[in-house]
């Protein structure tokens, strides 16, 4: 349960070596939290670390291209911690268009997960928050999804699948207790982007962790990660096609 | 018989959870909903006076027991009135109070039930003579979780794991418990101030045990040499003859009505360092260095903040924390770290009371314990009060002390368990009572009950 304080006992990480989503855990677990599931696909992830801060961590083997499997995944969780009181999708693949360009079935796999992983994932997840009456499922969207753009768009456009059906899941929750938090972070210098040339206003991925437990905390539903991309994209979504197209990343 | 789902608080006004609410009438009906629970389980709600979420159960089934079988007796022979654990103490005092007889003991608002009363086994101004609520019960009776109604005595091990248990052993339906006789509805009070902590605890260690009610407030706000200033109000029932002669024509005349109401929105941080401040500035102020013999109705003495519909609203939307622990004899130490950190953080605390504790209950859950008391009302949103009250939860620890379930709503549950000596004992006793776990709230979730 969440207490007054707005700290959480329980936290279910989804692809247990995510980088955000373990700084996002540690985070969790340094303001209280003692039962973690780190779920990842061998059923390995870094759970030390946790450990060394009084967390009670849990393995489970998870993989997001097997939608079959994700129903079980979260009986499964609640089994071992009791509870969801927060459930972070972190899993993800950011392949390069030129790849995608010319291999479609990469592109589909890549979407399957990271649009329709999140799907299977977070409607399981809401359906345990839904009759819980509590809890919190965090969705790491992406400015991507927000306008897409030619540079990236097999990614952009499953993240702008992806903010779609968080939008959706959070109205369909409203009044039932539980809650969708989506996370629009910009560019985030980390392991998934390296080698690529930071974008403007890029992001560190504590930065990313850090607004997300200011968002668990201050019951926002949108973060945007830096703040002003809010109003940043809010001029980008109403630029003209012709200029939009243009814009060289 | 009504199934709405409702969003539910404590009286602290945080952590909202969603969970249907019925309202029972009879006992009948009671033991019906008991078959509805789902997986999410039942617990029972009187008046919501719990500041934490000891009466939410988020997705299941919440009771709502005022309506529920409402009848009371009282035998003047004996002493002993039988209750039906919806009624509250404030109905029940105005039913007794002119008959010249009182409750054992009363907290500080009269706004609970008889059934929340048991649960939380409350204590009040005369613990350090009269113990808690559960000492004064002669028998109850408990709806189990199999639709039984099972008639408890303090013979039964489940009577002192249901005294204190939370709501967690069943729904207690009606209790009998002894009262205390009185001549008038005034209290002989004395009023005394005190320079600093030091002497409010010298004052109280020496001369509480010369009244049956005692309590302290402390000017959190006044630092350095002032840390700790308090006002002490110490009392007993008044003679007729304490009385002035005008009021002696009707000696237990009891109507108190609240005065004000706190308006339905009261902007977050109105409740800040310079306004507290003020406050407690112009009550100690006000407060008269030493007055003796003093006659007041037993609502300003006892309930003050009854005066004051919803003040709970005060704390803004995002409600407020109360932090009552108790630390044995001896752990003074504790208390004045506690205080001066309180003090040098500037910690808004605007209702600071400290108590003086005796004996306990054999509940094994019961709070209370010899020592000193010290409860705070915290408003949510000041910085650093997380890490500030997990420091407070070491040395409360450290000190072989705790903290009052019934106003809890932030201790990790890990302190619960390292506190509460009994807590294997009275789960043992709950598991045989309750087997399949039909009894469970957002509390009982919380620190793994």
């Known amino acids: 349960m969440k207490n007054a304080l707005g700290s959480v006992d329980t936290v279910l990480l989804l692809g247990g070596r995510s980088e955000i989503g373990l700084a996002i855990v540690e985070r969790l677990v340094r303001a209280g939290a003692r039962r973690v599931m780190l779920a990842a696909r061998g059923g390995t992830a870094p759970a030390e670390e946790l450990r060394k801060l009084g967390a009670d961590v849990h393995l489970a083997d998870f993989d997001a291209a097997r939608p079959e499997t994700h129903a079980a995944l979260i009986e499964h969780a609640v089994a071992e911690l009791g509870d969801l009181d927060v459930v972070i999708p972190a899993f993800g693949v950011l392949g390069r268009q030129s790849v995608y360009d010319v291999d479609p079935v990469a592109a589909a796999r890549d979407v399957a997960v990271n649009f329709g992983g999140h799907v299977s994932i977070g409607l399981a997840a809401a359906r345990r928050l839904r009759e819980q009456g509590h809890g919190t499922l965090v969705v790491l969207s992406s400015v991507a999804g927000v306008r897409v753009r030619k540079a990236n768009f097999v990614y952009g456009s499953a993240k702008a699948g992806l903010d779609g059906f968080a939008q959706g899941l959070a109205d369909s929750l409203h009044g039932s207790g539980a809650r969708v938090v989506v996370v629009r972070p910009g560019f985030v210098v980390g392991r998934m982007t390296e080698g690529m040339t930071p974008a403007p206003m890029s992001v560190t991925v504590d930065a990313v962790a850090d607004a997300v437990i200011d968002g668990l905390r201050s019951g926002r539903r949108t973060v945007w990660v830096p703040g002003r991309l809010r109003p940043v994209f809010a001029v980008m979504r109403v630029l003209p096609q012709a200029v939009w197209r243009r814009l060289p990343r | ?449």
């Not at chain 2, 006992?27 to 009187?46: I, M, N, Q």
């Open chain 2, 1 to 449: 018989m009504t199934l709405d789902t409702t969003l539910l608080t404590g009286w602290g006004r945080t952590a909202p959870t969603p969970a249907r609410l019925s309202r029972p009438q009879s006992v009948e009906e009671a033991a019906e909903l008991l078959r509805t629970a789902t997986g999410r389980g039942v617990v029972a709600r009187g008046l919501g006076r719990s500041y934490g979420d000891a009466a939410q159960n988020s997705g299941g089934l919440v009771l709502d027991c005022t309506a529920l079988a409402p009848s009371w007796a009282h035998d003047p022979a004996t002493g002993l009135v039988t209750a039906s654990a919806g009624m509250s103490l404030h109905d029940l005092m105005t039913e007794l109070v002119p008959r010249g007889w009182f409750v054992p003991v009363t907290p500080g608002t009269r706004h609970v039930t008889v059934g929340g009363a048991v649960a939380a086994d409350v204590h009040g101004k005369n613990h350090h003579v009269d113990s808690s609520f559960g000492a004064h019960v002669r028998s109850l009776s408990l709806l189990a979780a199999d639709g039984s109604l099972r008639v408890l005595t303090p013979a039964d091990e489940l009577f002192w794991a249901t005294v204190g248990g939370m709501g967690l052993t069943g729904v207690v339906v009606e209790a009998t418990f002894a009262c205390v006789p009185v001549e008038t509805s005034r209290m002989r009070v004395d009023v005394e101030r005190t320079r600093d902590l030091d002497e409010t605890l010298e004052v109280m260690t020496a001369t509480d045990d010369r009244y049956r009610y005692t309590v302290a407030w402390i000017d959190l706000l006044a630092r350095g040499g002032r840390m700790g200033r308090s006002v002490l109000t110490r009392g007993d029932h008044a003679a007729r003859d304490d009385l002035p002669v005008r009021m002696r024509r009707d000696p237990l005349a009891f109507a108190p009505r609240p005065r004000l109401s706190a308006p339905p929105w009261v902007p977050p941080g109105l409740l800040n360092r310079a306004t507290v401040g003020a406050f407690n500035a112009a009550w100690y102020g006000k407060a008269p260095a030493a007055k003796r013999g003093l006659v007041q109705g037993i609502a300003p003495f006892f309930h003050p903040l009854d005066g004051v519909a919803h003040w709970n609203r005060m704390y803004g939307s995002r409600g407020f924390v109360q932090y009552q622990f108790v630390v044995p004899f001896g752990a003074e130490g504790t208390l004045r770290r506690v205080v001066e950190r309180l003090s040098n953080e500037g910690v808004v605390s605007f209702l600071t009371v400290l108590k003086r504790f005796g004996q306990g209950t054999p509940g094994m859950l019961s709070f209370p314990m010899p020592g000193w008391t010290l409860a705070l009302d915290i408003p949510v949103g000041q910085r650093g009060l997380a890490g500030m009250l997990t420091l407070f939860d070491e040395w409360v620890a450290a000190a072989g002390g705790r903290l009052y379930l019934a106003k809890d709503s932030r201790m990790p549950a890990a302190m619960v368990a390292s506190t509460y000596p009994r807590l294997d004992e009275w789960r043992a006793i709950r598991d045989g009572a309750d087997p399949d776990g039909v009894f469970r709230s957002d509390l009982a979730r919380r620190l793994c009950l």
